[in-house]
Nanobody, 129 residues
Framework: QVQLEESGGGLMQAGGSLRLSCAAS????????MSWFRQAAGKEREFVAG???????YYADSVKGRFTISRDNAKKTVSLQMNSLNPGDTAVYYC???????????????????????WGQGTQVTVSS
């Protein structure tokens, strides 16, 4: 059974930076794809960034150039470095893991919430204007 735990959320003023981390427990981390999703108050959960099992990355247009996703298979962690934060980034951020996958997956697969079999509890990010 896969368990994910996010950390690093908090309050930051616009223009600042935060780094989120997600620790995974389980045997399939290295063979799975990992992503970050977020859900703002009153809105649906949306894809933020994803990284495949071999390290290819994909980003939502709203965060390209500002956010960076990375993974450490030895530590079974995935991180999201968030720079140039703005109030629109305020949301609960969730870490998610897919099932063991093929070597290559496309962006449609990563952005589809149905691709994921494990989710973290979420960590709150609040950006003040």
């Amino acid at each position: 059974q896969v368990q994910l735990e996010e950390s690093g959320g908090g309050l930051m003023q616009a223009g600042g930076s935060l780094r989120l981390s997600c620790a995974a427990s389980g045997r399939t981390f290295s063979d799975a794809n990992m992503s970050w999703f977020r859900q703002a108050a009153g809105k649906e959960r949306e894809f933020v960034a994803g990284i495949t099992r071999i390290g290819n990355t994909y980003y939502a247009d709203s965060v390209k150039g500002r956010f960076t996703i990375s993974r450490d298979n030895a530590k079974k962690t995935v991180s999201l470095q968030m720079n140039s934060l703005n109030p629109g980034d305020t949301a609960v951020y969730y870490c998610a893991q897919t099932r063991r996958s093929a070597y290559f997956v496309n962006s449609d697969y990563l952005s589809d919430q149905k691709s994921y079999v494990a989710w973290g509890q979420g960590t709150q990010v609040t950006v003040s204007s």
